[in-house]
């Protein structure tokens, strides 16, 4: 048994009365291997064993107010319920079918002796891959409207000095789309979340939050050295949160595990997310799409008007041909509505999102669009200019319900700090994309799409926490740096940075990364300041590692026309699975998955690396038992590499089990892609 001081009293039952002295509360998780101990004394903490290693130290809770004393030191645990819950629900698309939920709660009240503001709650749950909590605050004297001034939320890493961290800066002018940083965790400052690190022990941990909804972000602030604390991003006059009890924050998460890949088979965030509060969501349609994008990025056509306007009827009808005849669902059009001509980066207040370039008749492209089974797929850029966007979005959202559009991409560039709105008496503030204030513009988006029976793909969105368990027609999203970097961005992504991802963005779920491009030499192989640093086998691959429900075929139609054996692979990749296996991996160097498809037997996988060539061996038992498939492999040639080589790619077949093992060579910056199809 663990020491505890002589004034600690270890509690476990249900307290009624205030005691006198400190006292201390654990909880443990299912599998007992994560131990979390509430304690008072110096104010109200909490500390986190894993596999019996002090792995949080006692750290801070609590709250502090505009108008009202704070929820500080001077708090003692009154008392302290506990539950437990084993259960299983099912998410309508996803990277699984059943998600179980299994874990031990403990509810901590926790009160002062003053008049005001004097008591609240902290519930914590214990899962076997991690810890969440979330304050709980009634309506009591001194607490009706309240305004946030500071979270006190720590999180004190043990050990910290050899711990290394992968993280993007928070409050930065480019939101989250940056390249990541690799560091000791000392050295970070001021980062988003899911911010994620590794002990010298090899302890994964990966700190971020659930069910953000009407309060403001949390990003991390490093304090002294190992000390990281909430630090919640405010809006234009400073507050941080304007509520009012009764109220309850978001979860703070800590996904823990011995490994890397341990990570990634978590489904921490999405447990602590409200069940489905939209009811029949069958019209919420995973698949692929193509699109009037990419040529815009690469140059070759303009979103504004003129000789090269991308978004023409007669470019549309092409690509909805060409959707057809591959069996894509969607066909993207950006650049179809009035606004995009000059700088589009400033045209917030003068997008029309109803009115349409004379070169682009929606009736016509989706009349043209049913006859072939493919729908149209919405845009909406709105430069960061919210409040043009909210007037118009009813007559949006109906214009194109009309015309039988179901899924529309929204877009908020604009630099950190500058969404604009119009306040109540008509002046213009300015205000983070990860404010209270414009987290609520997202959802409201979300909400009111869902009234459309419309889904919203995000782009320069609010960080996901899960929302996509209560609102399923919040279908994808951006939030990284995504290809459009590899076409214009300085630097363009790195050959590691999808091997950062899924360990670090993709935890919060699924990302619209547009994978896909064919053709890696638009401006010359020997251009390296903006091509794909790839393989062509590492962006088949990027299908299975990055999960979306949604996933473009990003490359122009004539490169995938060019090489239809290895865009057969694009065709055969489902956006939607029955599993999910994350089978291999260490962050920032190479990672494989392993995806079976809902509502079939055929399984997946994805594998890729960093810049370094390597080979990694799995074992192939995640197929199913006694079953035999044909394995259609997609990889790196002989002599592939990413700089000069990057098309060499073979496509071979193999009969195997689950009781094969494959060794996977994968190029620098390659991947591998299989298609395991079960044979009857
Ligand atoms: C940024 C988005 O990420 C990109 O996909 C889109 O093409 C442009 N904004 C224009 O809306
Ligand atoms: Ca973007």
Redo the contacts with the bound molecule.
Sequence with gaps: MKFLPLFHIAITALLTSTPLFAQSINVSSPNGKIILTVEDGKGPSYSVTFNNQQTINRSRLGLAFKKAPAFDNSFIIQNSKKNSNNSTWQLPWGERKNVVDNHNELVVSFTSDRKLANHFKVRFRVFNDGIGFRYEVEKQPGLDKVSITDEATEFVINQYDKATAWWIPARGWNRYEYTYNTTPLTKVDRAHTPFTFKLANGTHLSIHEAALVDYAAMTINQQRDGTLKADLTPWSDGTLVKTETNFKSPWRTIQISKDAVGLLNSDLILNLNEPNKLGDVSWVEPGKYVGI?WG??INENT?GSGDKHGATTSETLRYMDFAAKYNFKGVLV?GWNIGWDGSWFDNGDVFSFTQSYDDFDVKKVTDYGKSKNVRLVG?H?TSGSVTNYRNQMSDAYDLYQQHGVTQI?T?Y?ADGGMIKRIDDQGIVRHEWHDSQFTIGEYLHSVTEAAKHKISINT??PIKDTGLRRTYPNWISR?GAR?Q?FNAWGNPPNPPEHTTILPFTRMLAGPMDF?PGIFDLSFNGLGDKSNRPQTTLAKQLALYVVLYSPIQMAADLPRNYEANLPAFQFILDVPTDWHESKAIAGEVGEYVVFARQERNGNDWFLGALTDEKAREVTISLEFLAKGKYYQAQIYRDGENAEWVNNPYEMIIENKEVSAKDSLTLKLATSGGTAIRFMALD
């Design positions: 994008w815009m990025h979103w950006e845009h850029e991409k877009g560039v782009h320069e951006e995504g459009e547009t």
